[in-house]
């Protein structure tokens, strides 16, 4: 299936007339052709989104929020086509882009259309004075989103909802991988009476179409989700033009277990945590670190789960890795076994691609265990982004602390205790901007989401991003 440009509420091939092959990872065949825009695209999508700025900064938050409801509605009426879509397009199990992929980006239209009729600014009364300040939180106009391929409409309209609830206009690139259901939202926008240009979807290349967004000069501010170091790119680009930015990047988390936690609970979430969506979210628990008193155990008991996990189609429903997104991703996450090797690591369980009947093509890994010597090597340090952990025993909360830190990313932390003061001591000092206790991925869209270190700048969620999508502008007045 072919798939086309959105912009100005209309579908249109790319100017060049250059087309890049989409993939299905389940079969490794191509399905389709997406446009490989270049600058004069994004060029025409500013314009639409520079025309629409006027008419939609000027919406009333009450009717914004109504078609933004109705965005979320349609979603949802959607469901099943959207799944169908972002499984073939992601390889990701059908039954997951079901539950969570597509619910979710109901969701973030639903929470932004609530939330921007709830966002309040400040007023301050200089007494003695005479004077009252007050802030207005102004739209910046036309705005860029940039997200990844892992989770595709989710973190589509992460972006794309806020700054729209927000009073921007939006030129946003799906990853050139997985553009089949920021494709479709076109429709879904034109159907809920979304003003032409509101929202200008192009596709195409990060090195080029994503480019041009971060280069255009009147293109003000940039919400980018990826890697880390696209992202430091990113940033070099677009510091001289003192653009607005959020970068929510790379990710190696821990996921520390202490003896006294709640051990079945521990259990099944570690193996989500683990290896959930092929293990391709930034949030996976990538480094798992034991108390020695239980590490066999867990050693034990944590394998023999990994090894009865099903890698299968993405369509068949007890399937429960997918495929990997494509395949230089495989090859890539596949190195990464031998690179463990050479550093020590033992491979507990996996290790090899995966051939599946009737799908030889397809790019399917099995789930990964390896134990490593020490917390330093590279399986431990570097984002693989796949279906493989790391397990290590550790002895002392000092020794557990040093090691979770000693990385360069800080998106987020795992902790399984049941000791209250344990955990705020160890959840005060995890250098991350989201520690979860007892539990992983647990989301409410009210809370910030984001990274420290080099995980990201900036932070996503709530109020926070509607802060990101405006300008605050301090209005004096002495009476
Ligand atoms: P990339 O950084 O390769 O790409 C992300 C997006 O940026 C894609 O749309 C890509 O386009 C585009 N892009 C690439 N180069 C440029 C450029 N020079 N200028 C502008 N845009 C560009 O990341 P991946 O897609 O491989 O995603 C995986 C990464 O995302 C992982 O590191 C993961 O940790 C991170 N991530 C972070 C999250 C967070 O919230 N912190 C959440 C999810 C993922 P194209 O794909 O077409 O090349």
Redesign the pocket.
């Given at each position: 299936m072919d798939i086309k440009n959105y912009i100005n509420g209309n579908f249109q091939n790319p100017i060049s007339n250059n087309w890049i092959d989409n993939y299905n990872p389940s079969n490794g065949e191509v399905y389709g052709q997406i446009p490989n825009s270049n600058k004069e695209d994004i060029e025409q999508a500013y314009q639409s989104a520079k025309s629409a700025f006027k008419l939609w900064s000027n919406t009333t938050l009450e009717e914004r929020s109504r078609i933004m409801l109705k965005i979320s509605e349609l979603i949802e009426a959607n469901l099943d086509k959207l799944a169908e879509a972002e499984s073939k397009d992601n390889g990701k199990p059908l039954w997951l882009a079901k539950a969570v992929d597509i619910p979710r980006a109901s969701s973030n239209f639903r929470f932004f259309a609530n939330a921007i009729t709830q966002f309040a600014s400040e007023s301050h009364e200089s007494i003695g004075q005479n004077a009252i300040n007050y802030t207005l939180r102004q739209p910046i106009g036309v705005v860029g989103c940039?997200?990844?391929?892992?989770?595709p409409l989710y973190?589509f309209t992460w972006k794309i909802a806020p700054a729209i609830a927000a009073g921007n206009c939006v030129v946003a690139?799906?990853?050139?991988?997985t553009p089949m259901t920021a494709y479709l939202l076109g429709d879904i926008c034109n159907e809920a009476g979304l003003p032409k240009g509101v929202l200008n979807i192009v596709h195409?290349?990060?090195?080029s179409?994503?480019?041009a967004?971060?280069e255009h000069p009147n293109i003000k501010a940039i919400s980018?989700?990826?890697?880390?170091?696209?992202?430091a790119?990113?940033a070099k680009i677009a510091a001289p033009m003192f653009k607005k930015l959020s970068l929510?990047?790379?990710?190696k988390n821990p996921n520390i277990i202490f003896a006294d936690c709640d051990y079945e609970d521990m259990m099944a979430t570690t193996v989500r945590s683990s290896f959930a969506n092929q293990g391709q979210?930034?949030?996976c628990g990538s480094r798992i670190f034991v108390e020695a008193s239980i590490y066999e155990q867990f050693k034990t008991d944590f394998v023999n789960k990994v090894k009865a996990l099903k890698v299968g189609h993405p369509s068949e429903s007890d399937t429960k890795v997918g495929a990997l997104v494509s395949k230089a991703?495989l090859d890539k996450v596949m190195s990464y076994v031998e690179i463990a090797k050479e550093d020590g690591g033992i491979v507990l369980c996996g290790g090899n691609s995966v051939t599946i009947e009737g799908y030889e093509n397809g790019y399917y890994m099995q789930p990964t265990v390896i134990e490593v010597p020490t917390d330093e090597c590279r399986v431990n340090q570097e984002?693989i982004?796949g279906p493989v952990v790391t397990i290590m025993p550790f002895n002392t909360e000092k020794e557990v602390l040093n090691m979770a830190n000693k990385v360069v990313y800080g998106?987020s932390a795992t902790l399984w205790t049941n000791d209250l003061k344990r955990t705020m001591r160890i959840s005060n000092q995890l250098q991350a901007g989201i520690v979860w206790v007892n539990t992983w991925l647990m989301r409410d869209l009210r809370t910030p989401?984001?990274?420290v270190k080099n995980?990201?700048v900036g932070r996503?969620g709530g109020f926070e991003a509607l802060r990101f999508f405006t300008e605050p502008k301090n209005v004096c007045i002495k009476y």
């Open positions: 940039i997200s990844p391929w892992n989770l973190l690139k799906p990853s050139e991988v195409g290349l990060g090195t179409t994503g480019q967004i971060i980018f989700t990826g890697g880390t170091t696209t992202g790119h990113i929510e990047l790379g990710g979210i930034c949030l991703h984002e982004f998106l989401f984001g990274g995980s990201g996503e």
